[in-house]
């Protein structure tokens, strides 16, 4: 079966074409994400203007390998060569869900092919399942990204359950909150990342603790909002002792920044682990590029006898091919009159 997907959840505008849930035929991405650099965040409104711009252009894109150099429009490619179009209806922005779901309901009209609504948050665990079909179950899926930390369980391919999540900010948004304290622009995790691989930690004399909100209670729940505010304790009491903004102070801030986030996630996730005896532990959703968190969940998995998942980073953030996994996988074909754009569409009940 082959799949058109549309994912325009969040600043990215994406289309891919997929054969029977794992074969990627095509993929197109494009972002506007320079675009909201001076804003020092995403404005959806931007955001939604470029999609409407650049949404016929990518699906375009990623239906051109199927044109074979004849020239027909889109339609008539989508109507000879795809089975479906999957399109992520949410949780999102709501001008950027409406730019992807009305263009999707037009081409399911158009071409009468059916059409699978898509839960973007749900469909980041299957990024893990196009690089390995070999995964084997119970696992545990972690969904770590700039809006969500969620925590799944999955019996199998198709059974997904939400076991917890984040109570407020969502491990990316605690990254990119933090970085832009520390200066680093709209640099976010990456940037983070960077500059704690700057610091000599066992040279490092200076004592920064940063709280790890919620790892020792029971749930499986997450809390990260609290960092910003602790973060700049931190730096008051470094200030309080002569000590001036530096390299050195910055580095350490992000270093403990980091240690602090992913101590929490690995927590979690491994007590999620070991009360479902999981034999796989999925990561996705771009905190999972972080590589101090993959380093903790490889050295930490050893003792469980699970195995750690990690797609390649092109399909940890957002694009259009995990929508069409999942959709092949999990998804349920829905009727284009009803299909709607729901952009506080939960993450707790699967659809
Ligand atoms: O999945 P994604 O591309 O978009 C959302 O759906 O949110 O995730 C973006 C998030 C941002 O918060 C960014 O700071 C974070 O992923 N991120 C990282 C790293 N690379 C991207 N966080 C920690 N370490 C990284 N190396
Ligand atoms: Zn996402």
Redesign the pocket.
């Known amino acids: 079966m082959r799949i058109l997907a549309i994912e325009t ?2 600043d ?1 505008t994406a289309a891919a074409v997929v054969e029977d849930g794992v074969k990627v035929l095509s993929s197109a991405v494009a972002t506007s994400a320079a675009m909201h650099e001076k804003y020092g965040g995403i404005v959806p409104e931007v955001a939604s203007r470029e999609q409407l711009k650049c949404i016929i252009p990518t699906i375009e894109e990623a239906m051109k390998p199927h044109k074979n150099g004849v020239n027909v429009s889109v339609y008539q490619c989508i109507g000879d060569t795809i089975d479906a179009i999957a399109v992520t209806v949410g949780p999102g922005l709501i001008g950027s869900l409406l730019v992807g779901v009305e263009t999707a309901k037009t081409i399911a009209f158009v071409t009468g092919k059916l059409i699978i609504p898509v839960n ?1 948050v749900l469909a ?1 665990s299957y990024a893990n399942f196009l690089i390995n079909q070999q995964i084997q179950f119970p696992a545990i899926s972690l969904v770590v ?4 930390t969620e925590l799944y369980l999955m019996k199998n391919i198709k059974d997904l359950t939400w076991l917890g999540g984040t109570l407020d900010d ?4 605690a ?2 909150k933090t ?1 832009r304290l520390l200066g680093f622009g709209n ?4 940037a ?2 960077e500059a704690s691989s700057q610091l000599k930690i066992e040279n490092c004399k200076l004592k920064i603790i940063l709280p790890r909100p919620m790892m020792h209670d029971d749930s499986l729940n997450f809390s990260f909002s609290g960092l910003k505010t602790a973060i700049l304790r931190e730096w008051k009491k470094l200030e309080l002792q002569g000590l001036t903004r530096s390299d050195l102070v910055i580095n350490a801030l992000a270093y403990e920044v ?1 240690e602090a986030i992913t101590d929490v996630l690995v927590k979690k996730t491994l007590r999620a682990a070991q009360l479902h005896r999981a034999k796989s532990l999925l990561l996705s ?3 999972a ?3 101090r ?1 993959r380093e903790k969940f490889s050295t930490k998995l050893e003792t469980l006898n699970s195995k750690l998942f990690v797609p390649p ?1 092109a399909l ?3 694009n259009a091919v995990t929508i069409a996994a999942y959709a092949y996988f999990k998804g349920k074909q829905g009727d284009w009159h009803t299909i709607t754009a729901v952009p506080d569409l939960s993450v707790e009940i699967p659809i």
């Open positions: 959840s969040c990215e973007h980041h990204s700039g809006g969500h969502a491990a990316g948004e990254f990119d970085a640099g976010g995790g990456a983070i990342q980091q959703g771009g905190v590029a972080n590589l968190l980073a940890c953030t957002d």
